[in-house]
């Protein structure tokens, strides 16, 4: 079984979750070549869109997702990572999450601490 790549344009939307806490970490997408490569390391590997290339997550970084369990939706247009998060960061402005903005009472705030500044990591 692989996802329906032709059903949605090539791209098939990834939520990645951290195996231990279930924690969402970041939606990102997968063509054909992300998928297979993903399958084939056992690390997550992605299709960036902004870059128009295959991105190995943590390639840059050091902060690897280590994949522990694949899942595929019932329409076989979403894939679920379950991953080890290396490094505690998954997002690369340098939080565990990329959902580390939140609203609250009417104003938007960071809800998650900074692991690593990016300034560093990304020279």
């Known amino acids: 079984m692989k996802p329906d790549f032709a059903k949605c ?9 951290d195996v231990a806490s279930l924690e969402v970490l970041m939606l990102a997408y997968m063509n054909e070549e992300a ?3 993903t399958l ?8 960036s869109r902004s870059r128009k290339k ?3 997550k943590g390639g840059t970084s050091g902060h690897v997702q280590k994949v ?3 899942r595929i939706d019932c329409d076989a247009d979403t894939i679920l990572l379950l991953v080890e998060q290396v490094g505690g960061a998954a997002c690369h402005e340098g939080y565990r999450t990329c959902f580390y903005r939140a609203k609250e009472e009417g104003a938007w705030t960071t809800c998650a601490p900074l692991i690593f500044d990016p300034k560093e990591v990304y020279k």
């Open 54 to 56: 295959l991105w190995h």
């Open 68 to 70: 522990r369990s694949v």
């Open 9 to 17: 344009d090539g791209l098939v939307p990834t939520i990645v979750q």
């Open 40 to 47: 084939a390391t056992g690390e997550a590997h992605f299709y």
């Open 35 to 37: 998928w297979e490569q």
